[in-house]
Each structure stands twice: as structure tokens, then as C-alpha cells.
């Protein structure tokens, strides 16, 4: 859900800089938004690891987690999802 909030895909135009430019990686590669998701996951599993938050923390942690993957976003040199620095968590 979060993601979907980030990327404002309820609307039919992007209203942010973050769903162009997600709806442009989307346009070049079907499978940009499972691989967000994947990415969202680890960032998140990662944030609760160093905090060793507890469940009071999850707001917090998914805040963070969404901040961060939208400053990934809109970095410059970030094209695909590939090229988030998160997406090495994935491998």
C-alpha cells in the first residue's frame, strides 16, 4: 500500500515527479513494479534489523522506507529499478 501511495497510482496522471518517472521505468520494463517491491521489502527488513525496532516502530521504519526509495527515484543516474543503490540488496 505504501507503494502504491508513493507512486500515486490511483490517479490517472502522474501528480509527482516520482510517479513520472516510475511510470516511465514501467513503460520500458513490465516487471519495474514487482522489483520495487522486492526492493521495499529488504530496505524495510534492513531499517528494522539496524534500529531492532519493535512493532511500535513500524510507522516510523515505513515512513523512512518510503523516503528513501523515493530519494533513490529521482536520483539522476537512476533509469531502471536496477539502478537504485537498494536493488543491491537484492543480490
Same mark, same amino acid.
Given at each position: 500500500f505504501? &507503494?502504491?501511495q508513493m507512486l500515486d +497510482?490511483?490517479?490517472?496522471?502522474? *501528480?509527482? @515527479?516520482?510517479?513520472a518517472v516510475f511510470v516511465q521505468m #514501467?513503460? !520500458?520494463? !513490465?516487471?519495474? @513494479?514487482? #522489483?520495487?517491491?522486492? =526492493?521495499? @521489502?529488504? =530496505?524495510m527488513d534492513k531499517?528494522? =534489523?539496524e534500529k531492532n525496532a519493535s512493532y511500535m516502530d513500524f510507522n516510523e521504519i515505513l515512513k523512512s522506507t518510503r523516503a528513501q526509495l523515493e530519494k533513490e527515484? +529521482?536520483?539522476?543516474? =537512476? #533509469?531502471? &529499478? !536496477?539502478?537504485?543503490p537498494s536493488y *543491491? +540488496? #537484492?543480490c
Open positions: 505504501m &507503494i502504491m +497510482l490511483q490517479s490517472t496522471k502522474p *501528480r509527482t @515527479f516520482v510517479k #514501467l513503460s !520500458e520494463d !513490465e516487471w519495474a @513494479f514487482d #522489483l520495487l517491491y522486492c =526492493v521495499a @521489502f529488504l =530496505v531499517q528494522w =534489523v527515484l +529521482l536520483l539522476e543516474d =537512476v #533509469l531502471r &529499478i !536496477e539502478d537504485m *543491491r +540488496l #537484492l
